[in-house]
């Protein structure tokens, strides 16, 4: 290999370690022949300590959402309030926004006293972390009714943006549910 063709190479390994370890990005270092040496080593940790941590941080955001769809079935409406940031908000079809944990829960404690919920699933169909900031996008399927009554089928789209925050807990910045299926 030229010299020329080498500081080349060495150029575009640096470029794409830069782009992997730049706060919000993501990329995938080349897999291509990387030059050898501590310089080539260090940067190849370092990548993969980037891709490491966006992997870790994505099963985090995911682990925070199946516990959300658990409290969505226990009626734990102090638990799931306490999953939003401070100013989280909870989008609803026809309803003003709800903003901040106090609305949310003062929203969902009449509900749990007249509503049972049988089954929530919630799954995440793409999930993308940018630093401390991660947003969702997936489906819901719920069966839910009066309490004492028949349960009736809700389903639909969500998307969720979340923040993690100081203490390193995931919280709900953001829920917004799109109903587009509902039966008896």
Known sequence: MSAR??????????IGIVACLTPGAFSIA???????GPAATSATAAVTTKISAVSHAVRDVEAALQRYAHFTVTL????TAAMFTADGQMLQPQMAPLVGRQAIHDFLAPLAA???VGTATMVAEDTRVFGATAYQW???DQTSGLKGGTLARYAGRFVAEWS???DGVWRLKRMMAQPTVVRG
Not at 76 to 79: A, V
């Open 5 to 14: 063709a080498a500081r080349t190479k060495s150029a575009l390994v640096v």
């Open 30 to 36: 080349f897999a291509g022949d990387v030059p050898a």
């Open 76 to 79: 734990e409406y102090d638990s």
């Open 114 to 116: 007249k509503y049972a």
């Open 138 to 140: 997936g489906t819901y």
């Open 164 to 166: 993690r925050e100081a």
